[in-house]
């Protein structure tokens, strides 16, 4: 039986993935270089591609992790389709091809520094930041997306946020060099 | 979290903070997702090919399927396939059988009417071929002539479609240059019709040319060359012991008895010299040789490694272990006579169970490794995760006895060596750490880490669509690589003994493995006694053996079969039409005398 016909495999997968996915994988697609409302439209892309296909995928629906390294794939497979249009298309402004950055309007001075000191990290640790605390998501999940051990990104977690408090304390030491 | 955490680290509000403006709204997410898949459902539904898998819908893309079928059956046919869908979906793999089949099929016709319509050759104008093709008055010779150097392109036509489409489309793409010999033959027998020159020691001639091109320009790139992917059982060292046979073939139907005297020392040195059949020397009997006669050195690295791999995959197979002697007699060496602290001996060792309670207790001198052992017991020390280190654990078992807590903590040290970062080579730690689990008396805690090794497995298996610009596809990676993959033999070694313990997931093709394997087992020589380098390929034979006999390759259905074996069906079908070829033209006569002719 394909999961096609799997009765088990109804909306509530879906839902399932759409719950355990949503945060993290915005995030990711995100982190490859598009603008977090390409990013939005791209992971709502990937879940239908993933849903419609479904009979392709060889685990099981239910199984996270796996249905984690699936959806990975195909949201690769889609930013870069999406790139390569966006390449074609020079018309298009300067700002949509940018890197996104993380804050829009920095509610306040910490925050902007904050941002600022977002920005100075490595892609690897600006990544499994924005896929775990866009919404808070599980390091499992966050793990199945990136298809490592959940111990792994609590570590990459840990070492990113240690970081970026050094990053930060760079940023707002300079502010205040240049205040005096 | 601890006040000096919250120093060193960004509060997580904070973080929640700085994403909050792009956090997106779950409900409308969800309606999003919906209304895509809406969509999706529409367009598959008006195309007919949703289901359809990616790979083949890229064929049915690149095949010009309604002009072929109009061709074929009219325009009824064309407004068939439109209609019906019924090519949206076409394996190459199938097609190349059928264009053998097809082609042998045409190719047998067209010989039949050529060597109907031709006249008797007088044996005094055999071998007048290559005086005349050099003088260049024969097209059709030519057009012979330009088809064989198809056939001799086939690498570089092979090479650049997997850098395009990968190791399975190469295949075909060497498929099809050999059919083109068939193409080839047809043509350059017209042409020595044309020439009144259709005898059949000449065909035997231009067969043995057609398959010595078939040979050196398809299967020996097909042998040597990593980027294809070839599923075969017996390998395309099959397909060179039945052209060369053939070639053997055609000079014997075609009475050239001094080129075979010529022919058969050739083939031997090739076989022999040059391993063109691709004898892998992997059985357990070569295996068990090959330990039984090492020369291993106190100080050397890989001899050691290789030899306790060796012993591994022959006992993994429950085959014959050889005598060890002169092993242990090494390793009293280092341990009594000239202690050097060597610790790739020590693992091997280890693996192989060569060394006792006492002269362990001696090892843990040479090494000064009581406090680390010591430090393992009460809880503090870890484990390194470097694989030779892997000693450390059976050489603290059999010089401790451990109490519950004691046991609990070298158990905890093992699972804190557990690769928890894909980046790191990740694949010789787990097998490690599941080797000493078990030897620890806790396989339950291997069997939880299933889902975890298979997801490992998975990420740095070189699948042939990862693979591109002539990587090893097959084979398993030390580290993940988007571009520029390379298998590794440490790390597929590795793989397979982590699949033999935990299984093997689903989305590795254990044939493509066997494939990569074969090659890298392949020496020089085909007899591993005379081939000064077969220790190279020790590793990678352990693994084909264990591959093959401990983990098995699954059944495959008769038309997984024939699929697999498209290289050695062509390549039969070419043999057979070159026999076909020279069975049907006549013997030249020795004076040809026109029975019409009243004189």
């Known amino acids: 039986m394909t999961n096609q016909d799997n009765p088990t495999g109804g909306d509530a997968v879906l839902e399932g993935w759409i719950a355990a996915f949503r945060g993290p994988l915005v995030g990711l697609i995100a982190s490859w270089g598009a603008d977090w409302r390409a990013a939005e439209e791209l992971a709502q892309d990937t879940l239908a591609e993933a849903w419609v296909g479904r009979a392709r995928f060889q685990g099981e629906l239910q199984d996270l992790s796996a249905a984690g390294a699936w959806l990975r794939g195909i949201a690769f497979n889609l930013h870069r389709t999406a790139k390569r249009a966006q390449d074609r298309h020079r018309s298009r402004s300067i700002h949509e091809t940018e890197v996104p950055a993380v804050e829009e309007a920095p509610s306040d001075e910490r925050q902007g520094a904050l941002a600022q000191a977002f920005e100075m990290l490595n892609a690897k640790h600006q990544s499994v930041l924005r896929m775990h605390y866009l919404e808070e998501t599980s390091a499992r999940q966050v793990a199945a997306l990136l298809g490592t051990s959940p111990k792994a990104v609590e570590s990459r977690l840990y070492q990113a946020r240690k970081a970026l408090r050094v990053e930060l304390n760079r940023v707002q030491s300079m502010t205040t060099k240049e205040v005096r | 979290m601890t006040a000096n955490e919250n120093n060193e680290l960004v509060l997580e509000e904070e973080l929640l903070g700085l994403f909050a403006a792009q956090r997106p709204d779950a409900k409308e997410f969800e309606d999003g997702v919906q209304a895509r898949i809406k969509e999706l459902e529409k367009e598959g539904s008006a195309n007919g090919q949703a289901d359809a898998p990616l790979f083949m819908q890229k064929v049915a893309a690149l095949i010009p399927m309604v002009p072929i079928a109009e061709t074929l059956f009219g325009k009824v046919g064309g407004k068939l396939v439109v209609s019906k869908g019924l090519p949206a979906v076409i394996a190459l793999p199938a ?56 056939v001799q392109g086939a690498s570089l036509i092979g090479m650049l479609a997997a850098l395009v489409f990968g190791g399975d489309v190469a295949l075909d793409v060497v498929i099809l240059a050999l059919l083109s010999s068939m193409v080839a033959l047809v043509i350059s ?8 020159l259709l005898a059949r020691e000449e065909v035997a001639m231009l067969g043995t040319r057609v398959l010595v091109l078939a040979f050196s320009g398809c299967v ?12 075969s059982s017996l390998g395309a060292g099959a397909t060179a012991v039945v052209l060369l046979l ?32 691709g004898l892998t020397n992997s059985s357990p009997e070569s295996l068990a040789w090959q330990l039984e006669g090492c020369e291993l050195d106190t100080n050397g690295i890989s001899d050691w490694e290789e030899a306790g791999q060796v012993f591994e995959a022959l006992r993994a197979v429950n085959a014959n272990i050889p005598s060890l002697a002169h092993v242990a007699a090494e390793l009293e060496t280092a341990i009594e006579g000239d202690p050097v602290d060597n610790v790739w001996a020590w693992t ?3 693996r192989m169970g060569l060394i006792d309670g006492p002269h362990w207790a001696r090892v843990v001198e040479i090494t000064e490794a009581g406090e680390t052992l010591d430090k393992l017991v009460r809880g503090e020390g870890r484990l390194n995760p470097t694989t030779y280190y892997e000693y450390i654990i059976p050489m603290l078992l059999a010089t401790r006895e451990l109490t519950e807590d004691q046991h609990k903590n070298v158990v905890a040290a093992v699972q804190a060596a557990w690769p928890d970062d894909i980046d790191q080579d990740p694949l010789g730690n787990a097998a490690m750490c599941v080797h000493l689990l078990d030897l620890l008396g806790e396989p339950e805690l291997v069997d939880e880490r299933q889902a975890e090794v298979h997801q490992m497995l998975e990420h740095l298996w070189g699948s042939p669509e990862r693979c591109s610009l002539f990587a090893a596809t097959g084979g398993f990676a030390a580290f993940p690589r988007t571009i520029g993959y390379f298998s590794s033999k440490d790390s597929t070694w590795a793989a397979i003994a982590l699949m033999a313990r935990v299984g093997v ?47 098995g390759l699954p059944q495959r259905s008769w038309l997984n079969v024939l699929l697999h074996e498209r290289l050695l069906i062509a390549s039969l079908l070419v043999v057979l039409l070159c026999l076909v070829a020279i069975r049907m033209t006549p013997l030249a006569v020795e004076e040809f005398v026109d029975p019409t002719d009243p004189g």
Request: glycine share 10%.
């Open chain 2, 95 to 150: 097609m190349m059988i059928l264009a053998a089949i097809g082609g042998f099929a045409a190719s047998t016709r067209s010989i039949r009417r050529t060597t109907q319509g031709s006249a008797p050759v007088s044996a005094s104008r055999v071998g007048g071929w290559s005086t005349h093709t050099n003088r260049g008055g024969d097209q059709e010779l030519k057009r012979g002539g330009n088809f064989a150097v198809v």
């Open chain 2, 189 to 196: 027998m017209r042409g020595l019709a044309k020439l009144g």
């Open chain 2, 220 to 231: 020996l790139q097909v042998r040597m060359l990593p980027v294809f992917v070839d599923r």
């Open chain 2, 246 to 277: 053939g070639i053997l073939a055609c000079l014997f139907t075609g009475n050239k008895r001094k080129s075979i005297w010529l022919a058969i020392p050739t083939i031997a040195f090739l076989g022999v010299f040059l391993n063109v059949f």
């Open chain 2, 348 to 350: 091997a060792a280890a």
């Open chain 2, 505 to 551: 997931p689903e989305s590795i093709d254990l044939r493509v493995l066997r494939d990569y394997l074969r090659r890298e087992s392949t020496g020089l020589f085909a007899v591993a006694s005379i081939d000064p380098f077969q220790g190279l390929h020790l590793t990678s034979r352990a693994s084909l053996l264990r591959l093959e006999q401990e983990i």
